[in-house]
């Protein structure tokens, strides 16, 4: 099993959004999906990641790695987003070094969740 890339598609980032209207979580996810997807990267969205205090986010998780949450993202942060999920694919542990990160995954990080079940080193 690969990557995925969990959207929220239900988040308001903070705004009233109009009866019949696709909130903006919603059209994070069309706009992720619009194109391929990155190598080994599969798009899903949920309904909710509990992140509703910043805005549009977005998890990233594979099995035995590192998990990462993502928030405040916006449509203008799709290339960033798939941009990171492609490098986040290509580890083996989840860990893209700090420089090679998209912006937005440096300083948007709501949380970096440790593997299940732990290396033995790392316990």
């Not at 949450?69 to 989840?94: M, Q, S």
Request: charged share 15%; with cysteine.
């Amino acid at each position: 099993m690969g990557t995925t890339l969990f959207v929220c598609t239900t988040c308001k980032a903070g705004q009233p959004v109009p009866e019949g209207a696709l909130p903006p979580g919603a059209q994070l996810h069309a706009a992720l999906t619009a194109g391929p997807a990155p190598e080994g990267v599969r798009i899903v969205g949920v309904e909710c990641l509990s992140a509703c205090n910043t805005g549009c986010a977005v998890s990233l998780t594979k099995p035995g790695a590192w998990s990462y949450v993502y928030g405040r993202l916006t449509l203008d942060d799709v290339p960033a987003i798939l941009e990171g999920a492609g490098k986040y694919a290509a580890t083996t542990d989840g860990i893209v070094p700090w420089r090679d990160r998209p912006t937005v995954f440096r300083k948007q990080s709501i949380a970096r969740i440790p593997p299940h079940p732990l290396p033995e080193a790392a316990e």
